[in-house]
């Protein structure tokens, strides 16, 4: 039996149509980044990041195939482009309404038009539930915070955290991350803290991450006094009594911490209190 480019090509197209079709499905469902790898979310045995992977490696493979569906039917879809005098015209109705549609499509989805606006509010809202069915992180990428220094960030006793977590049995290393502990005992990193969040220090100060600027290192003071996040007199001048005397408003958060001997984070904590 004669081997087909031709044949393998449109079969070909066809699966990776379908695979990307699948998992466009999967990442229109799936949760917030920052909720699915705190809950370490899985879906038929996926992650968001193995689902978003493939998507992308099926996008390849489907522009290749359409490529060469393009090389082997470039003569029927020129055809598509002739009028009667059998000349190629970009003003026949098919090829105006086909691109039309296209820019339509792109337009009303950039203007959050009906019915994309519900389409995309509705992705939204699915979101939204796996948020509150899992909840979020204290902070961003927070799974991949080193035990100990997680604990100190959140302001938990290390060691009654290491009493509990010994308790319900979990192995763990202080250095390990909370996501390689999750995965070394079979749960997740929300899981984790779960368990060690009832060691919380009483009267400890709890910073609310949720409130902390984006890019939050690389911001300078001025910054946050801009955004309403401090006071920028009173900063610089209890930096001043902190022995940094020479701190002005354009410092940066995260080179004013590397001199207190700090996480930009915990600089932030004594700033804004």
Not at 138 to 153: D, S
Not at 156 to 178: H, P, R
Not at 195 to 217: E, F, R, V, W
Request: positive net charge; hydrophobic residues 40%; proline residues 3%.
């Amino acid at each position: 039996m004669k081997f087909s480019i031709r044949k393998l090509t449109s079969l070909s197209l066809g699966f990776s149509f379908l695979i990307m079709a699948y998992t466009g499905i999967m990442l229109y469902i799936v949760p917030k980044g920052k909720v699915a790898y705190w809950s370490d979310w899985h879906l038929f045995g996926l992650s968001k990041t193995q689902y978003g992977d493939i998507h992308t490696t099926s996008m390849l493979t489907f522009l290749f195939f359409t490529l060469l569906h393009i090389y082997y039917n470039w003569k029927p879809i020129v055809s598509y482009l002739k009028d009667k005098s059998k000349k190629v015209s970009f003003t026949k109705a098919e090829f105006l309404t086909a691109l039309g549609l296209n820019i339509l499509f792109v337009l009303e989805t950039l203007y959050m038009i009906q019915p994309f606006k519900a389409y995309l509010d509705l992705e939204d809202s699915i979101k939204d539930y796996w948020e509150k069915e899992y909840g979020e992180p204290p902070y961003g990428h927070a799974e991949e915070t080193k035990l100990k220094m997680f604990c100190r960030r959140m302001g938990i006793d290390y060691t009654k955290a290491s009493e509990l977590l010994d308790k319900k049995g979990i192995t763990y290393k202080a250095n390990e991350s909370l996501l390689n502990i999750a995965k070394e005992n079979n749960t997740n990193p929300k899981a984790i803290f779960d368990i060690i969040d009832k060691a919380q220090k009483s009267g400890t100060n709890k910073i609310d991450y949720s409130s902390i600027p984006s890019s939050l290192g690389r911001r300078t003071l001025e910054e946050l006094a801009s955004m309403g996040k401090i006071d920028l007199e009173k900063t610089i001048n209890l930096l001043h009594k902190k022995g940094l005397k020479d701190i002005v408003k354009e410092d940066r958060v995260k080179n004013v911490a590397d001199e207190l001997g700090v996480m930009p984070i915990d600089l932030y904590g004594i700033i804004t209190k």
